[in-house]
């Protein structure tokens, strides 16, 4: 909605700048807190991957191993 209101004429008095709009959304409406959870789960699902790819007898390291393939041979092939 700031940003609607940022582009009308009167939008810097309405609402301010850039910053300031950003400033009020990490700080104010703790906008943040909404992606706090993400970033704690994706180092978590980093961790999770890495001890998969470890594992040799692993069926997903093995998946992984094939999707790796599959994907250069596309990419040097050209095909899609």
Known sequence: MDLEKMVLDDGPETVGGVGDVALRHFKDLRGFE?????YVKREEAQ???ERELMKKSSGF??????SINITLWTMLTGLR
């Open 34 to 38: 909404h992606y706090r959870q993400y």
């Open 47 to 49: 961790s999770i991957f």
């Open 61 to 66: 390291s093995a998946y992984i191993d094939v």
